[in-house]
């Protein structure tokens, strides 16, 4: 049984809290030590949010946790950006440069209230570089479908959706899934 690093909602991480005496820490494998830590904020959207949780393992009052503290992260935020995984979302799926749809076509439609142009182009490169390792992910759960775009981008987004049919955000999905980080 490991702790989950994402969860889809606060009713889901409720559940992870009620257990979480019963889940070993994540650094020196002790059971019974791990605590709430309070809260994981953060700017998505210009909004002070939360992001999610933190949870300490305790070396305090006879305890014998190591004392580190990590997070749990709700899925609908990717790590280490501002903006809501939706968004990301809905960003990288706009762009079609074979289309004429460009990354300021597309950044004008999703991001423009959110962020600057400049966030737009290294969201776009970090999706790019990140590629390798959503694919290799993809590929334990569903071979990737078949396509005739010689596009990596459109091949990926292909690949998410096929492997999360029902999921309104696929990214979303991905990290809970997987609990791993999308870029």
């Known amino acids: 049984m490991e702790l989950p690093r994402y969860v889809q909602s606060e009713d889901a991480f409720a559940g992870v809290r009620l257990q979480l005496k019963f889940f070993p820490c994540p650094s020196c494998n002790r059971v019974g030590c791990l605590i709430l830590h ?7 959207n210009k909004d002070g949010g939360i992001r ?17 503290s990590f997070s749990i992260i709700f899925s609908s935020i990717i790590k280490q950006i501002t903006i809501t995984a939706e968004s990301v979302w809905n960003f990288i799926r706009l762009i079609d440069i074979g289309k ?8 004008r439609q999703v991001l423009q209230d959110i962020c600057s142009h400049r966030t737009a182009y290294r ?19 569903i ?12 091949q990926t987004i292909a690949h998410l959706e096929a492997a999360f049919p029902t999921a309104s955000n696929p990214i979303a999905a991905f990290q809970t899934f997987f609990q791993h980080a999308f870029m």
């Open 38 to 44: 309070g809260f994981l904020y953060g700017y998505q």
């Open 143 to 154: 071979p990737h479908p078949p396509l005739n775009s010689g596009d990596p981008s459109r």
């Open 100 to 107: 004429g749809k460009t990354i300021v076509h597309a950044f």
């Open 52 to 68: 999610g949780k933190r949870v300490f393992c305790s070396n305090r009052n006879l305890r014998t946790g190591c004392g580190r």
């Open 123 to 141: 969201l776009r490169k970090r999706f790019i570089r990140g590629q390798s390792s959503i694919r290799s992910f993809l590929n334990r759960i």
